[in-house]
């Protein structure tokens, strides 16, 4: 995870127990919760893990299950923390691929295949990047947690599915259909369920099957 303290800093952070307090190094404002969610992403990516809990967090960490709930409520909050990360970078990297998130109506078909294509291969290279990020996207690591962070990854999915919508229909309209919104809206389903089904694989495979395996060629079938 980019933007989070690397899990090698956290021992130094964390004083062992027969230290004094003059001997600890005290965490800046906001990096004891960057270090939580960094060691829970990195837990995360361990293939065939199971299910995560705030003891087996915490003693990672080396610190009690209290120090935890310091700056996380709860363990769901832990997650929706993993959540905002996914969307903040994705989304504002997708705003830059399609400018301020609706392509303009005038320009070439092949330019908003283009960008639809550019999306994909976006949430896919993020996801190989980031593996423990993608248990939280494809739903494995929120099984036993709150629906309301399912909720979440539905409406990330949802979201990529109305952008590629919105690239698509330029295309849908050069190329003389009578229905442009209709077809856009099934080529946008087809590839966010490409872009789903190659993450679950990912995850599913241990980590070893890359998502962008054959991206380009795949993604030439598509668009």
Do not use: W
Not at 198 to 207: D, I, N, P
Request: aromatic share 6%; hydrophobic share 45%.
């Amino acid at each position: 995870m980019s933007e989070l303290a690397p899990l090698s800093e956290i021992d130094a952070i964390e004083a062992s127990a027969g230290e004094t307090p003059a001997a600890r190094k005290r965490p800046k404002p906001g990096e004891r919760r960057e270090q939580i969610l960094q060691a829970l992403a990195a837990m995360l990516e361990q293939p065939g893990a199971e299910r995560i809990t705030t003891a087996a967090l915490a003693a990672r960490l080396a610190v009690s299950e209290a120090a935890l709930y310091r700056h996380f409520a709860s363990k769901a909050q832990m997650f929706e923390g993993l959540i905002d990360f996914i969307e903040q970078t994705v989304f504002t990297l997708v705003a830059q691929i399609v400018g301020q998130g609706v392509p303009d109506p005038a320009q070439p078909a092949s330019e908003g295949a283009r960008q639809a294509a550019r999306v994909v291969a976006l949430v896919l290279q993020f996801g190989e990047r980031n593996p423990g990020m993608v248990r939280v996207m494809v739903g494995d690591a929120l099984v036993f947690e709150h629906e309301r962070l399912q909720q979440r990854m539905n409406q990330f999915f949802d979201r990529i599915e109305s952008t590629l919508r919105q690239c698509l229909r330029p295309a849908a309209g050069a190329a003389g259909s009578a229905t442009p919104s209709v077809d856009a809206q099934v080529a946008a389903s087809v590839l966010t369920a490409f872009a789903l089904g190659r993450l679950q694989r990912f995850a599913r495979s241990g980590f070893r099957r890359q998502p962008t395996e054959h991206l380009e060629a795949s993604l030439a079938l598509m668009v």
